[in-house]
């Protein structure tokens, strides 16, 4: 919850890592990281890592183990969830639960591809991109809504599915539940889940996340 000034003031010419990301909700569901070889990159020899000109967090820099999580995270559905990042690799996880049961993820199994997957019957909503879903910016919108499941990213048409059952048990992000692998080669900029349809809102939170960042 440091300013800018602060960390800068801290940190001079050196680099400096993420340790917790606070919840800004006020329900204290922070995400962590204590282990410093595996905490994400926030700035980069005195310079703020940033993505589209805004302050981002850098994770897997040069192949290292970086991932936040949080086991007091809780989420089925329904729910909606909003995230903004960007791939410099394919194969990595942006957010998934931590026990890898009945979970639902983001990744990219390829480089025109990305896919919401669930270990609930092992099924995916995939969004497919034929000019490449790496080095540009992304924001994902994930409704959670049993028949009314969708996978969104940057405004373009949602994809659909009919799942019967979602739920995150913890929060990672930055790399696959479990210990399997799949670190995120990228940025994440933001996270913002609601544990309830923001059908009648999504709208004004796409638009209130792009105006920020100017994604699309």
Known sequence: RASTASISSFVGANSGYVSI????????KDISQSTLVSQPLLVNNGSFITMNGKH?????????DTFLQSSLFY???PFHTFCYFKYNAI??????GITNYNEYRINAPSSTQLQLYSED?????????????????????????????????NNNTATT?????MKMTGLRIGKM?????????????EFIHYNSVQTSNENNIKTNINNYYSIY
């Open 121 to 153: 019957g092992g099924s995916a909503i995939v969004y497919n991109d034929a000019t490449g879903v790496l080095s540009k910016p992304l924001l994902s919108n994930v409704l959670g809504d049993y028949a009314n499941t969708k996978f969104q990213i």
């Open 177 to 189: 539940g479990g210990n399997i692998g799949y670190n995120l080669n990228g940025y994440i900029s």
């Open 56 to 64: 981002s967090v850098l994770f897997n820099d040069g192949g290292a």
């Open 21 to 28: 990301w606070y919840d800004q909700s006020g329900s204290s």
């Open 75 to 77: 989420s089925e559905n």
């Open 91 to 96: 194969n990595g996880v942006v957010f998934d």
């Open 161 to 165: 599915g009919n799942w019967n059952f």
